[in-house]
């Protein structure tokens, strides 16, 4: 993100934002919910949504998800970060949880923040707080973005033993593309209705050309224990650039596929 929040006074209509009094006038952004899809059994859900600028700029949204079942609740979260084009948007955020239980099919209690930083001057913060549905189907995952390697994950196994797994990763980008050279890389399972997550670190070089590589992967003991099956990756790219006056910079981006391990 940019990590720059400013408090302003909003009126929401379906995540359309008002300008603030004084604020130059201007299109307000908006953001439409399009649909909740279940990925990997329940170790994630992906929300998808049409975001308009009506400028270019920057965006950031924060997803919450939660449901409850009996005394334990389920609560994920997820990030999404990305320039405005000044067209409209079909995004992704993709929510999971490190330890508890997954996810299911059906309602779910959703909140979304939303941060706009536009070059209109523009700038406002967005607050939503509705019930969405989760349904089946296949997953949107999010292979590329400005200023990281695509990212796909090729193949898989697991040691039940060591509660370990190798991950085959693909990553591809231009020399000089590549804004940093290493990503967080956690993976997350269902086993009974119980989260398994596990964690690394991705590096790479940027060569041109497709880059194959083993990236290890470790689980916790918090929950339940990585085993064969779908498993959900998310990696998360983070830099900052210093700036002519004032704090640098910063921005995150955040990638998603699905494997199996076997």
Known sequence: MRRILTSVLLVLAGLGI??????????????????????????????????????????????????SFGERPTFATGHLDLDCTGRPQDVTIRVAEGYGLGLRLGATQTTLLADFLLASGYHG?????????????PP?????APGVPTVHL?????????NTATVTVVTKCAPGSAKTDAAAFEVYQINGGVIAYGYATLSYACTGAPVVQQVNVTGTTDGSLL?????????HFSWCEPQPEGEPTCTDRYLTDTVRLV
């Open 154 to 162: 090729a193949r898989g196994t697991v040691d039940r033993v060591t």
């Open 125 to 137: 913060i967005a607050r939503e707080n509705v019930s969405h549905t989760i349904r089946s189907g």
């Open 140 to 144: 949107r995952n999010t292979y590329s």
């Open 18 to 67: 008002a300008v603030p009094a004084g604020a130059a006038p201007a299109s307000a952004p908006t953001v439409r919910f399009v649909s909740a899809t279940l990925v990997a059994g329940g170790a994630a859900a992906d929300l998808r949504y049409l975001v308009d600028c009506h400028s270019t700029g920057y965006f950031r949204l924060y997803q919450e998800a939660r449901q």
């Open 227 to 235: 085993h064969a099956g779908p498993v959900v990756a998310m990696l």
